[in-house]
């Protein structure tokens, strides 16, 4: 069964600095599909960023992007110039591939807070 | 053009009684979730549907939780008889069979007391 871990429950950085959330998965998929969800205090999950395996290039949305590591099964996401508005519980997810859809399976979170 | 709906938003029941949680997927999308977030559990799928057909229900805890989709618009879950350690928020999320993405919405949040 695949697995996703997020190893830091919390994280803080500054506004305007750089912070880094890790994620390690594990597959024996060949064909899949990774995401980081926000999900701020409305408890809404909104995709942050989603990353095909088989693109070597990394994602990048405006301030975010991704260190993907096929070889190694890491997925970090990289929030560059912190907002108070990313104060949130971060979520790494993984959705195998194939034909038809298949459901997500979570990490446990990572809850970042901005400090003014 | 609307999200996923689920209604209630909130929920407060008492044990034993039954619960009925509704969802409405995005018009179009053939594949419905319903995923559950605990602190101590996280988030995780309850059982999913590809055009109106449930494919997996290995995550529905037990024989207490029972969930249909009777067309493509519309899905339930239900509990009976509610207990307190089913307190959770519940997620539906939707998707077209091909889209990487899937939409998640509101949550109800379910309190059994």
């Known amino acids: 069964a695949q697995t996703v871990t997020q190893s830091q429950p919390e994280m803080s950085v500054q506004e305007a600095e750089t912070v880094t959330l890790s994620c390690t998965y594990d597959t024996s998929e060949s064909d899949y599909y990774l995401f980081w969800y926000k999900q701020p205090p409305s408890r809404q999950m909104i995709l942050v960023i989603r990353q095909e395996a088989y693109k070597q290039q990394n994602a990048t949305e405006n301030r975010f992007s991704v260190n993907f590591q096929k070889a190694a099964k890491s997925f970090s996401l990289k929030i560059s110039d912190s907002q108070l508005g990313d104060a949130a519980m971060y979520f790494c997810?993984?959705?195998?591939?194939?034909?038809?859809?298949?459901?997500?399976?979570f990490g446990k979170g990572t809850r970042l807070s901005v400090i003014a | 053009d609307a999200g996923v709906i689920q209604s209630p938003r909130h929920e407060v029941t008492e044990m034993g009684q039954e619960v009925t949680l509704r969802c409405k997927p995005i018009?179009?999308?053939?594949?419905l979730f319903w995923y559950r977030q605990t602190m101590m559990r996280g988030l995780e799928l309850l059982i999913y549907f590809n055009n109106n057909v449930p494919i997996d229900d290995s995550g529905m805890p037990e024989d207490r939780f029972s969930a249909k989709m009777p067309n493509a618009s519309f899905s339930t879950l239900k509990i009976q008889p509610s207990e307190p350690r089913d307190s959770a928020v519940y997620f539906c999320a939707s998707s077209l069979e091909r889209q990487v993405e899937q939409f998640f919405g509101p949550g109800t949040r379910l309190t059994v007391l």
């Open positions: 018009s179009g999308h053939n594949s």
């Open positions: 997810a993984y959705r195998k591939g194939g034909r038809g859809n298949t459901p997500l399976v």
